[in-house]
C-alpha cells in the first residue's frame, strides 16, 4: 500500500470515528428540556387515564389531587398517560411524570403522544415499555 492511498484510508477513519462521537451523546439524552433522568427508584406507578370520553373534566383533578400530593421522590416514580376529550383545553395525549403539586397543564408534560387510541392494548404496551426505559426501578405497578 502506497502512501496516498493510507492516507486516504486514515482521513476516512478518523471522519467516521468523529461522526459515532458526535451521534454518542445523544443517545444517553433525557426527554427534551427535561433534564437529567432520575435515579433507578425503588417502585415506579404507571396511572394511564383513559377521559377522552365524558370522564374529561376528571383527568387534570385526578392527577393533581390523586396523585400530585405525594407526587414521585427517589424511592416512588408516579408516571401518568392522560387523554382528553376534543371539547378540552388541552385535548391530546400527554405524559406526565407528576411531581408533588404539579399542576396538569401541557406545560408540565414530559412528552406529547399526540392523539393516541387508548383504546387499542398497543397503546398500553407503549406505555409500560416507555415508562420502563425512562424511569427504571425494581418494582412495577399499573
Known sequence: ???????????????VVLLIAQAAPAAATPPPGKGKPPPRAKWTFMVYIVGDNNLDDYV?????????????????AVVALADRAATADWTQTLLFYVTQ??????????EDWG???????QTLLDFITWTKAHYPADHYAL
Not at 392527577?63 to 407526587?71: D, F, K, N, R
Not at 403539586?101 to 414530559?110: D, I
Not at 392523539?115 to 392494548?121: K, L, R
Request: zero cysteines.
Open 1 to 15: 500500500m502506497n502512501k496516498r492511498t493510507a492516507l486516504k484510508i486514515s482521513t476516512i477513519l478518523a471522519i
Open 60 to 76: 387534570p383533578l385526578d392527577i393533581e389531587t390523586e396523585l400530585a400530593p405525594a407526587g414521585s421522590n427517589e424511592d416512588v
Open 101 to 110: 403539586g404539579m399542576e396538569a397543564t401541557p406545560e408540565n408534560a414530559v
Open 115 to 121: 392523539e393516541a387510541n387508548m383504546g387499542d392494548p
